[in-house]
Nanobody, 112 residues
């Protein structure tokens, strides 16, 4: 069974940056779309960013201009570069693909 493992979360001050990684246990070359979601306490899980195999990207309005999603096919890894972080970005971040399901999540906490 293919696994997705997120890493890179942590505690950061507002205005800071983090880069999240999502490593797949097998090649991601056959995956058409990969995405990052997040879930804050007592809120529904929401889409943060999505990227297709062709490189097309979509972002939630709340993160546009601050977050960048990317893929390294050679490393079977999905990234989320998060800049200018805000306290409202605090959540557990999950990566997902239609093939592999969900990772276990990584906590991001932004202090004011």
């Amino acid at each position: 069974q293919v696994q997705l493992v997120e890493s890179g979360g942590g505690l950061v001050q507002a205005g800071g940056s983090l880069r999240l990684s999502c490593s797949a246990s097998k090649s991601i070359l056959d995956i058409n779309v990969m995405a990052w979601y997040r879930q804050a306490p007592e809120k529904q899980r929401e889409l943060v960013a999505r990227i297709t195999r062709g490189g097309n990207t979509n972002y939630a309005d709340s993160v546009k201009g601050r977050f960048t999603i990317s893929i390294d096919n050679a490393k079977n890894t999905l990234y989320l570069q998060m800049n200018k972080l805000k306290p409202e970005d605090t959540a557990v971040y999950y990566c997902t693909t239609p093939r592999d399901g969900w990772g276990q999540g990584t906590q991001v906490t932004v202090s004011s």
